[in-house]
């Protein structure tokens, strides 16, 4: 397994702000990925986090509002842009080892936004 | 469209009693389905897979789970519940093409004493 951290684990932001939230794995990885988490739901994945490109959006998912990077293989970030109430949930970033696209994704323990 | 259903949003059952959680999916080609339990404030913990091979397989903290590809479902079971089995349990499928996860609604699990 890997261990991920993210930070901030929660924090409460005011309407119209951003926020970075942080991603880092102790092992390189294959592939990264961002989900959100709406309370009560399940999860919807935002987008794929390429290494060293542009990431992949999920539809309805666009990269003004959810600009990401990932600058090497253990590393990404996630912004929440021009924030509101509707972007409360947890954001959680998962990660492939490895077994191609077989293998099982890890999760890191999320961070919770709360917009006022 | 490639996707997973969870018919049940809360399945309650009594300790020691054995206990189902329903999946059943839609996907092109070969499926490779996946079970993760979700406690309150944390992250998703994975329980176990299916890629190929035997149709029962085995995972963590006794869970157990039957793929059958003739009614496309991939249930979860464990023979005994436990108090602390009280979580909330997601199936997903990983699609070939890109290796995203895509999940299921959720099922809550309760286990009374």
């Known amino acids: 397994s890997a261990v991920i951290s993210q930070k901030p684990s929660r924090d409460i932001c005011q309407r119209g702000t951003s926020l970075t939230i942080q991603c880092q794995v102790d092992?390189?990885?294959?592939?990264m990925f961002w989900y959100r988490q709406q309370p009560g739901q399940s999860l919807t994945l935002i987008a794929t986090?390429?290494?060293?490109?542009?990431?992949?959006?999920e539809s309805g998912f666009v990269i003004d509002k959810f600009p990401i990077s990932r600058p090497n293989l253990t590393f990404s970030t996630l912004t929440v842009s021009n924030m509101s109430p509707e972007d409360s949930s947890i954001y959680l970033c998962?990660?492939?080892?490895?077994?191609?696209?077989?293998?099982?994704?890890?999760f890191g323990e999320g961070s919770r936004l709360t917009v006022l | 469209a490639q996707s997973v259903a969870q018919p049940e949003d809360q399945v309650n059952v009594a300790e020691g009693n054995p206990l189902t959680v329903k999946c059943t999916y839609s996907?092109?080609?070969?499926?490779?389905l996946f079970w993760y339990v979700q406690y309150p404030n944390r992250g998703l913990q994975f329980l176990l897979k299916?890629?190929?091979?035997?149709?029962l397989v085995k995972g963590s903290y006794g869970f157990e789970a039957e793929f059958n590809k003739s009614q496309t479902s991939f249930h979860l079971k464990k023979p005994s519940a436990l108090v602390s089995d009280s979580a909330l349990y997601f199936c997903?499928?990983?699609?070939?093409?890109?290796?995203?996860?895509?999940f299921g609604q959720g099922t809550e699990l309760s286990v009374k004493p």
């Open positions: 998962s990660v492939a080892l490895a077994g191609g696209n077989t293998g099982e994704l890890f």
């Open positions: 092992s390189q990885v294959t592939m």
């Open positions: 986090a390429n290494q060293g490109s542009e990431a992949t959006y």
């Open positions: 996907v092109s080609g070969n499926p490779y």
């Open positions: 299916y890629i190929t091979g035997d149709n």
């Open positions: 997903a499928v990983r699609l070939f093409q890109g290796g995203k996860l895509i």
